[in-house]
């Protein structure tokens, strides 16, 4: 089965989200029928640990690291996730973000 639609799971510092908004609406994420710009997001608390050879945006090579972040959830046309992957990484502070790409059956009720 072949999926018309993707939801991006994106996690960024709270700092970072309204760049990272603007990314996703210039690549047309988030676009559902006849309204554009839709997002959600909320509050988590992630925990990472760089390793040798990382240069982390956030922590110390070698320790534990947990701080507040966003979870931002849009959607794509699955023939766009390359377009979005690319405006989310030129957004993006991490050396390794986290964006996770799960395939829709559909969105709403099309």
Not at 29 to 48: E, K, M, P, R
Not at 82 to 110: C, D, M
Request: some cysteine; charged content about 20%; proline content about 6%.
């Amino acid at each position: 089965m072949e999926f018309a639609y993707c939801k991006l799971e994106i996690f960024v510092p709270e700092t970072h989200l309204e760049g990272l908004r603007q990314a996703l609406q210039a690549a047309d994420a988030g676009h559902i029928g006849q309204y554009d710009s839709c997002l959600s997001y909320s509050q988590v608390t992630s925990f990472w640990r760089p390793l040798d050879g990382a240069a982390p945006y956030s922590g110390t090579v070698g320790q534990l690291s947990r701080q507040p972040e966003v979870k931002v959830e849009v959607t794509c046309a699955a023939a766009q996730v390359e377009q979005v992957l690319a405006a989310i990484r030129r957004a993006h502070p991490y050396e390794e973000p986290v964006v996770n790409v799960i395939p829709l059956y559909r969105t709403s009720f099309q």
